[in-house]
């Protein structure tokens, strides 16, 4: 079994910046980590992605340029570095881990998740 557990989220005005944390516990997890977000109403959707061991990562065309995606492997930790905020990144933001290089981007992909955490940008 693997345990994630987000932080960082918070309230932040537009064109900020935020840090978000995935701390991973249990068994190792292996393949790839991703971000997804959900905003209320909408699909959860991918946001970035990166593989544990490599350089293999990935980034949403919505968000390429602002967030970037990092991995600490002593930590046993993921970060997603969020810069430039928009109102529209405003949503719930969930780690997952366990996914294929060929599910990367899908949410069947992964088989543990997070519990998320709360991003909000004010205009």
């Known amino acids: 079994q693997v345990q994630l557990v987000e932080s960082g989220g918070g309230l932040v005005q537009a064109g900020g910046s935020l840090r978000l944390s995935c701390a991973a516990s249990g068994r190792t997890f292996s393949s790839y980590v991703g971000w997804f977000r959900q905003a209320p109403g909408k699909e959860r959707e991918f946001v970035a992605a990166?593989?544990?061991?490599?350089?293999?990562?990935y980034v949403a065309d919505s968000v390429k340029g602002r967030f970037t995606i990092s991995r600490d492997i002593p930590k046993n930790t993921v970060y997603l570095q969020m810069n430039s905020l928009k109102p529209e990144d405003t949503a719930v933001y969930y780690c997952?881990?366990?996914?294929?290089?060929?599910?990367?981007?899908?949410?069947?992909?992964?088989?543990?998740w997070g519990h998320g955490t709360q991003v909000t940008v004010s205009s």
């Open positions: 997952a881990a366990g996914a294929s290089s060929a599910l990367y981007y899908a949410v069947e992909g992964y088989n543990y």
């Open positions: 990166i593989r544990r061991t490599g350089s293999n990562t």
